[in-house]
């Protein structure tokens, strides 16, 4: 993100100094803040960036310097005169590889961009399910250095070189990573202090706790035939919660049975298994009923 406009706000973060570097720049590299948490893309489409992360909540703290966003163009870490990034893939197939020489001199230009290690995530359908937890380790750390994919994928070897995880954000595929890294770096930066105008609503969103979020409402109170369950509007602060715990605990057995095990391992009674299992049987007999008729 530029920051033009934004520099009478910004004038008591101390900026990191600029260095001499026989690498490539890119020239339109975001102002950086001294000691805030670092977010670094490598990518063949720097321009997509900071793309919705610069709107809202995540868009003003980056022009408060909360955070920072720096993206690394790959291509002119490409080889020969027309800068190739990639090449066909070893043992025959469709499609191009990122070769492994290019994708080093980006990370290489990213390390040496940071004081700090950051840990190195690679976007990729075969990667480990990005989760809430995992958000909240990378918040607590100095930031993350994330590469986006093209084409077939990179080459194995840089990946082990370099040690680089691979997070999927989901079992299907995507042209490029740039929109899974935008995923990833929301998730994470709301997480950080001050960038969330209410942080207490951190721990009442789904996931915070291992369940999905309760339901939602506000005015009217009757909308279309339809009230707002009375509970909530009883002014009874400890049925109000006991409601919404109920409500998320059903939800998740219903709808994430694998959010379910974890939580019931962790939390539940089984006498209250039984009875969120009958409700649920319940609901979706109501359900079934109003279908058929």
């Known amino acids: 993100m530029s920051g033009e406009g934004d520099s009478s706000g910004m004038k008591s973060h101390g900026r990191l100094s600029i260095r001499a570097s026989g690498q490539p720049r ?43 966003l720096r993206s690394i163009d790959l291509r002119p870490f490409g080889a020969g005169r027309h800068r190739n ?7 025959g197939g469709a499609g191009m590889v990122i070769r492994p020489d290019v994708m080093d001199a980006a990370l290489r230009e990213a390390g040496a961009g940071t ?8 976007l990729s359908p075969r990667g480990r399910p990005f989760t809430q937890a995992r958000a909240k380790e990378l918040a607590q750390g100095p930031g993350m250095t994330l590469i986006c994919g093209r084409f077939e994928g990179v080459d194995q070897r840089v990946l082990d070189a370099h040690d680089v995880e691979e997070i999927s954000i989901g079992d299907y595929v995507l042209t490029g990573g740039e929109l899974a890294a935008q995923v990833l770096i929301d998730a994470t930066v709301r997480l950080i202090p001050r960038v969330l105008g209410n942080q207490e609503s951190l721990a009442e969103e789904s996931f915070s706790d291992g369940l999905l979020e309760h339901p ?7 909308w279309e035939g339809r009230a ?8 009874n602060h400890a049925a109000v919660a006991d409601w919404r715990r109920d409500m998320a605990e059903r939800l998740t057995k ?23 299992s ?16």
């Open 85 to 91: 990034v990639d090449d066909t893939p070893a043992g």
């Open 115 to 122: 004081r700090n290690a950051l840990p190195v995530i690679y």
């Open 228 to 235: 707002i369950p009375d509970v909530l509007l009883s002014g």
């Open 26 to 68: 890119d020239l339109l590299a975001e102002p950086q803040v001294r000691g805030a948490w670092t977010a670094q893309v490598i990518t063949l489409f720097p321009e997509a960036f900071p793309g919705v992360l610069g709107l809202s909540l995540t868009g003003r703290a980056l022009s408060q310097g909360l955070w920072n």
């Open 216 to 222: 939602q409402y506000t005015k009217p109170a009757l």
């Open 254 to 276: 219903e709808r994430r049975p694998d959010l379910w095990r974890a939580y019931e391992q962790a939390h539940m009674d089984p006498a209250k298994d039984r009875q969120l």
């Open 278 to 293: 009958g409700a649920s049987d319940q609901s979706r007999g109501y359900r079934e009923h109003q279908e058929d008729s």
